[in-house]
């Protein structure tokens, strides 16, 4: 057991990265990834606060709070921790005896808009003891902790034989579903330049920083950078001189990318969510579609939510020939074997989705083509480098800088990799898994695909004023993944 004895008092400065999750905050969009386990049967309360405060405390810092000053922040540990205090009973409505689902999305909802306490660490669990013939635990934890991927590392070391945070590396053959894009991505492209472009970010630091707040045209903000970290002598090379002005040009031509098309997703959202999502469809299904077309799980799983997407427009009688809608997807920047790590390594990949193609194959082949092209692409690197670099502005100008991504963005996507087998959590069975990772500025939706114990599910999270009823989004998707399983059974057959 982990005590608040065994926590030594620490100072640690928050990276810059970190430092930018931490200001994204807004009325509309608060920066928190908000999780759901169903746990069946029931688990007890005293049982789950042991476990969290046995499991958790490891990583130092789930015991820190943030302490905020003038040039950005940092963790310091919480002399006055209480696990009571971030493991908490939650009751759900009396619509729950009736309804279980329905007021868990509910409740789930109206959590994703409630701030985390900045007097203590940026997290905790709620458990409903008693729902649905068991439980449910939810989670609420702030970005500028980890991201999603690091998350779940730390989260599966909670489970029944989770080990310890060293031991946490991934090793060997990768979970299934780890697409040979994202692979080539992170031991070709992303390892050995991640570390080389956040240096390039540090060696003129106050010029980038002095540069963005003029919030200019970006290609004249790349040049003010570059002269005036090089007028300090902070260039320390020719090369990384180079690099630093790569980095920055090829971020700003991230930034002037085109919009996607205009729908009704897309606007100014309001200050209320709501949740919802979809039985698990078998994931041996969902290969063997993928196999017979002759491409990724990713290509079918993005198509298939193309395909709803479009069908809810279609319900309002939107037309959308020859609309897509662009949803920025994370991309892991770490190396695998470090996911146990905790703060935000993850670059974001534009994946722009045809809405128009009626024909299920044709939209695969359409998602495949695109995806392809972004197997080299230094853009999650480069949003990665912006990032750096929004973590040493002040605030009005790291808002102008994000917000040229939500306005060219309808939706935030992720799709994770998870364990074949279900797990167990204090004696019980981890029936299901579910999280959502935030949106920021004005973008009002976020799609989880998650696979898990030999299924997969969709789930939404959605601003009620773009989108009041994201479960109608989620109800087209297994239709549309059925209907492209019909037809992939259609096509001729060769030997």
């Known amino acids: 057991m982990v005590t608040r004895a065994d926590i030594p008092f620490t100072v640690e400065r928050m990276s810059k990265v970190d430092t930018a999750w931490l200001r994204m905050d807004a009325p509309s969009n608060l920066m928190m990834i908000v999780g759901v386990w169903i746990i069946k049967p029931a688990v007890r309360y005293d049982a789950v606060c042991d476990r969290i405060e046995e499991r958790l405390l490891k990583y130092p810092r789930f015991s820190q709070r943030v302490q905020i000053d003038a040039t950005g922040a940092s963790w310091v540990t919480d002399t ?232 809810y427009l279609k319900g309002y009688g939107d037309a959308v020939l020859g609309k897509e809608v662009r949803a920025m997807v994370p991309v892991n920047l770490r190396p695998m074997s470090q996911a146990y790590k905790l703060g935000n390594q993850f670059g974001l990949a534009p994946v722009v989705l045809p809405l128009g193609l009626d024909n299920p194959i044709a939209r695969v082949y359409e998602v495949r083509r695109r995806m392809s092209e972004l197997k080299g692409s230094m853009q999650p690197l480069l949003a990665f480098g912006m990032l750096a670099v929004a973590g040493l502005l002040m605030k009005p100008a790291q808002d102008a800088m994000l917000s040229l991504f939500s306005k060219k963005t309808t939706a935030v996507m992720t799709n994770v990799p998870g364990p074949r087998e279900k797990l167990r959590f204090c004696g019980a069975t981890l029936d299901q898994t579910l999280f959502w990772v935030p949106q920021s500025g004005t973008v009002g939706l976020g799609v989880s695909i998650l696979s898990y114990g030999g299924g997969v599910q969709f789930g939404i999270i959605s601003d009620t004023t773009l989108c009041p009823d994201p479960q109608a989004i989620i109800d087209g998707f297994a239709p549309e993944f059925e209907k492209l399983s019909l037809l992939t059974l259609m096509l001729p057959w060769s030997d």
């Open 80 to 311: 006055r921790f209480s696990i009571k205090r971030h493991v908490l009973r939650e009751k759900l409505p009396a619509l729950a005896k009736r309804q279980p689902e329905r007021a868990l999305q509910q409740r789930l909802g109206e959590l994703a808009m409630q701030p985390l306490d900045a007097r203590y660490p940026l997290w905790d669990f709620r458990l409903v003891e008693n729902y649905d013939g068991g439980s449910a635990l939810v989670a609420r934890i702030h970005h500028c902790i980890a991201d999603g991927l690091a998350l779940i590392s730390v989260i599966q070391s909670m489970v029944d034989g989770g080990s310890d945070p060293p031991q946490r590396a991934l090793r060997g053959p990768q979970p299934h579903g780890w697409d040979a894009a994202e692979e080539w991505m992170s031991h070709t492209l992303i390892e050995p330049l991640t570390v080389a472009a956040v240096k390039a970010l540090e060696v003129a630091g106050d010029g980038a920083a002095h540069a963005f707040e003029a919030m200019g045209d970006p290609r004249n903000v790349l040049e003010r950078w570059l002269e005036s970290g090089l007028s300090k002598g902070k260039a320390g090379s020719a090369e990384m001189a180079r690099l630093a002005y790569q980095v920055l040009r090829d971020g700003a031509a991230l930034a002037l990318m085109a919009d996607d098309s205009p729908t009704r997703l897309k606007g100014v959202p309001g200050t209320s969510k709501r949740v919802a999502w979809c039985r698990p469809i078998p994931l041996d299904e969902v290969r063997a579609v993928s196999k017979a077309l002759h491409c990724s799980i990713n290509d079918v799983l993005l198509a298939s939510v193309a395909g709803a997407i479009a069908q």
